[in-house]
């Protein structure tokens, strides 16, 4: 992950133990207060949310734990790093595709991110203008050629 993605995990699991953890722990407080908690809904909701949050926390811990930090790539370094915008021409189809490198953890939300950790993403990191790269990819073996960095 990016020194960025870490940053914004960390300052998430500390809103969540300085703000969020503690006006839950209030609010059920107040709802065991109201008397029988079998039918207090705001109880039930407040612990849903205390296990929802919890569970969210020891994720993020764990992601912190285990994460390396890689290095953005420099604008106009012409080197494939992470957050690179990558122009290839896959060899075996004659076709375009532009990929974006994304951390581990970053969001893979469309064939155009594609994670660093991923077979094609461990594959083009590293790599410059002109140089032609073989990846195994579940449908076989494909060539790329970078054709443009950004």
């Known amino acids: 992950m990016t020194a960025s993605e870490r940053r914004k995990l960390e300052e998430e699991l500390t809103q969540l133990r300085s703000v969020e953890m503690p006006a839950l722990a209030e609010r059920i407080r107040e709802a065991r207060d109201l008397g029988d908690l079998s039918e207090n809904f705001d109880y039930q909701d407040s612990k849903r949310q205390q296990g929802f949050i919890s569970g969210r926390m020891k994720d993020i811990e764990a992601l912190l734990d285990r994460a390396t930090v890689i290095a953005e790539a420099v604008a106009g370094s012409g080197v494939v790093g992470l957050g690179s915008v990558v122009t290839v021409r896959d060899l075996d189809y004659d076709e375009e595709l532009i990929f974006t490198l994304v951390g581990s953890s970053g ?16 594959a083009l990191m590293g790599s410059k203008i002109g140089d032609k790269i073989a990846v195994a990819t579940p449908g076989g073996k494909t060539t790329f050629e970078i054709l443009n960095v950004q």
Not at 107 to 122: L, R, Y
């Open 107 to 122: 969001n893979v939300t469309s064939s155009e991110h594609i994670s660093v950790s991923s077979p094609v993403g461990v």
